[in-house]
């Protein structure tokens, strides 16, 4: 799924104006849309297929919500740092809805308690966004592509120009008290890995999507929805079939801040899950950490013959489009034309898995992971192999030594306490 050929429904979301088709200018500073991310009266509303947008004459969407002309006076007049509301509108909806792609950020983040959030939190640090994804020219720190997030384990102690983006930039390598075994673990663990102990822990996150089960109209020939027990659709006649969950344990992966991601042109396996966003890092890297994510699995269409993802064509008002014909051919085939790409013709649907590193939504201290979370048998690391992991993984000489150590200690102070009485008789 992707922008391409559906560029007018998403790019309602992007800081521009006419972003329709090929034909957008990214060079012509009068289609950049300032207010969005500046005004602070919550009134200005792009239209969801507007291309970014907002309506000159009240009108309604999908025959529901009804948008408004914006009061351009008062919202130029308005204009102040972002806040919560001016990113969230955009970043807690991202995929089409409330929570859809990340587990970590939703709209439970407008007004966080301090047990969701204790950065975002007004009982807590009461963070806006750009406290820690600081800015420079408008670039904002941030995201995890080719380039890392960030490169420079530094901290505000070492340079006060340092962008915010990591823990360690305010918390420094050694967040716990003196002498703490938990500061340890940072070269190893990332800090996100134990204050982040569940995400979607208000609302529910998108687990799951089947696309190829979607098409089912109601008996109105309206694309059919159905609502599940959290309150959300758990199949819908545009999109087909989800899973929705709450309060999701993360899973963990050796992370360095990139990742590589699968192109249309790239070549896949189909016996396998097609990871379409690949995590890099290794327990060799010294840059990686152990890191918490949400993976987000689903089938997707593929072509048969070009053994290539695809990406359909799925909103406009051409009989092309996937959700005006319902017609999955005839989608593909405008949706990879839109990239310069062949389609065969032939198509199923495979699994797919993408990952998104979970962040936000920390925990305070005290809900925080403890030691037998992780080191036990069947912890939250029992998937991530290939090094020793104290309390989880059994070695006959490590044991035996460890078990050796403890009784000659326990021998040691025995020793001592019984020297110690007899001494003290002889001198009574």
Known sequence: MNIKGNEARCTS???????????????????????????????????????????????KFSGKEMFYPPDWNRVAQSVGRPQIENCGICHFYGGGGDGVKHGDLDSSLFHAS?????????????????????????????????????????????DDMVERIACVSCHTETPHEPGSKRNDHTDKVACQ????????????????????????????????????????????????????????????????????????????????????????????????????????????PYDLENKTMLSPKLFGKEK???????DWNMALEAGMEAHGLDFSGEYTFVETEYHFPSTHMVAPGEDALQCLDCHADQGRLAKLTGFYLPGRDKNKVLDAIGWLAVF????????HGLMRKVLAKKRG
């Open 320 to 326: 092309e489009a996937y959700w005006k014909s319902y």
């Open 114 to 158: 301090r047990d969701l959030d204790v950065h975002m939190s007004p009982e807590g640090g009461g963070f806006t966004c750009t406290r820690c994804h600081t800015t420079k020219a408008h670039f904002i720190a941030g995201r995890c592509y080719k380039k890392p997030a960030f490169t420079e384990r530094k901290s505000l102690i070492d």
């Open 13 to 59: 979301c992007h800081a521009g104006y006419g972003w329709k088709d090929d034909s957008f200018d990214f060079s012509d500073e009068t289609k950049i849309d300032c207010l969005v991310c500046h005004e602070q009266t919550g009134t200005y509303k792009k239209f969801p297929s507007g291309a970014g947008h907002p309506v000159s004459e009240p009108k």
């Open 408 to 415: 000659g200690s326990l021998a040691g102070v025995a020793v």
């Open 193 to 300: 890995s134990c204050h982040i102990p569940e995400f979607a822990r208000q609302n529910p996150t998108k687990m799951y999507w089947d696309w190829s089960t979607a098409g089912r109209m109601n008996e109105n020939g309206k694309p059919l929805v159905k609502k599940g027990d959290l309150g959300k659709a758990v199949y819908h006649g545009k999109k087909g079939s989800f899973r929705w969950e709450n309060n999701v344990v993360p899973e963990y992966f050796w992370f360095n801040g990139t990742m590589e991601y699968k192109l249309l042109t790239d070549t896949v396996d189909p016996s396998e899950s097609v990871k379409l966003n690949k995590i890099m890092g290794s327990r060799d890297d010294p840059r990686s950490r152990i890191y918490p994510f949400k993976v987000h699995r689903g089938l997707m």
